[in-house]
C-alpha cells in the first residue's frame, strides 16, 4: 500500500501548489511598461533577477513535474486495471475504498480535511473582505488552504498505515 499512486497523490498535490506558489511569488512584482502611440502599441513586462528567476523556473519545474506525474499515472492503471485513475478526477482519487478499513480510514481524514475548511474558509473571507494588503497576498492564502488540507489528509492517512505496518 504504500506505494500506491493514491496514497502519493496528496504528495504530488502539495507539490504542484507549492509550485504554483512560487510562480505566484515570481510574478507578483512586475514593473508594466505600456505603450500606446499612434505608430507603436506594446506592452513590456520586466521581472527582477529573482523574481523571473521564480517565474520561469517554477513553470519548468511544474511542467517536469506533470511529465513525471503522468507517467506515474500510467504506470499506476496499468498495473491496476480495475482501479484506473482519470488524469481529471471529479472524485478525488486519493480516496481509498476498497474495503470497509480503507473506508473508514479514508472517511476520518475526510472529516478533519472538512472541519479544517469550515474554519478556515469562513476565516479567508474574512481576511479577503478586511484585508489592507493586496489580493495576491489572497491568493497566498487560498494556496495555504489547499497546502493544509492535504498536509491533513496525508498525515492522517500515513497515521493509519503506520498503525498498521506496527
Same mark, same amino acid.
Given at each position: 500500500m *504504500?506505494n500506491d499512486?493514491r496514497m502519493?497523490?496528496?504528495?504530488?498535490?502539495m507539490?504542484?501548489?507549492v509550485?504554483?506558489g512560487?510562480?505566484l511569488?515570481?510574478?507578483?512584482s %512586475?514593473?508594466?511598461?505600456i /505603450?500606446?502611440t499612434?505608430?507603436?502599441?506594446?506592452?513590456l /513586462?520586466e #521581472?527582477?533577477?529573482?523574481a523571473?528567476l521564480f517565474?520561469v523556473g =517554477? !513553470?519548468? #519545474?511544474y511542467f517536469? &513535474? &506533470?511529465?513525471?506525474f503522468?507517467t506515474?499515472?500510467k504506470?499506476?492503471?496499468k498495473?491496476?486495471p480495475?482501479e *484506473?485513475? =482519470?488524469i481529471? %478526477?471529479?472524485?478525488? %482519487?486519493?480516496?481509498?475504498?476498497q474495503d470497509e478499513g &480503507?473506508t473508514?480510514?479514508?472517511? *476520518?481524514?475526510s472529516q *478533519?480535511?472538512?472541519?479544517?475548511? =469550515?474554519w478556515s474558509?469562513?476565516l479567508?473571507?474574512?481576511?479577503a473582505m478586511?484585508?489592507?494588503? =493586496?489580493?495576491?497576498?489572497t !491568493?497566498?492564502?487560498i494556496?495555504l488552504?489547499? #497546502?493544509?488540507?492535504y498536509?491533513?489528509?496525508?498525515?492522517?492517512?500515513?497515521?493509519h498505515?503506520?498503525?498498521e505496518?506496527e
Amino acid at each position: 500500500m *504504500k506505494n500506491d499512486f493514491r496514497m502519493q497523490y496528496p504528495l504530488w498535490m502539495m507539490g504542484f501548489i507549492v509550485t504554483l506558489g512560487m510562480f505566484l511569488f515570481g510574478v507578483s512584482s %512586475p514593473t508594466t511598461h505600456i /505603450v500606446n502611440t499612434e505608430t507603436e502599441q506594446s506592452i513590456l /513586462v520586466e #521581472l527582477g533577477p529573482i523574481a523571473g528567476l521564480f517565474a520561469v523556473g =517554477s !513553470v519548468i #519545474l511544474y511542467f517536469l &513535474m &506533470m511529465i513525471v506525474f503522468y507517467t506515474q499515472l500510467k504506470r499506476h492503471n496499468k498495473k491496476n486495471p480495475a482501479e *484506473k485513475i =482519470s488524469i481529471f %478526477p471529479i472524485r478525488p %482519487p486519493e480516496y481509498l475504498e476498497q474495503d470497509e478499513g &480503507m473506508t473508514h480510514i479514508t472517511r *476520518k481524514a475526510s472529516q *478533519k480535511v472538512y472541519t479544517f475548511m =469550515s474554519w478556515s474558509l469562513p476565516l479567508l473571507a474574512v481576511f479577503a473582505m478586511f484585508s489592507p494588503f =493586496s489580493r495576491i497576498y489572497t !491568493v497566498f492564502v487560498i494556496l495555504l488552504i489547499a #497546502l493544509i488540507q492535504y498536509v491533513i489528509y496525508y498525515v492522517e492517512i500515513r497515521t493509519h498505515f503506520k498503525e498498521e505496518d506496527e
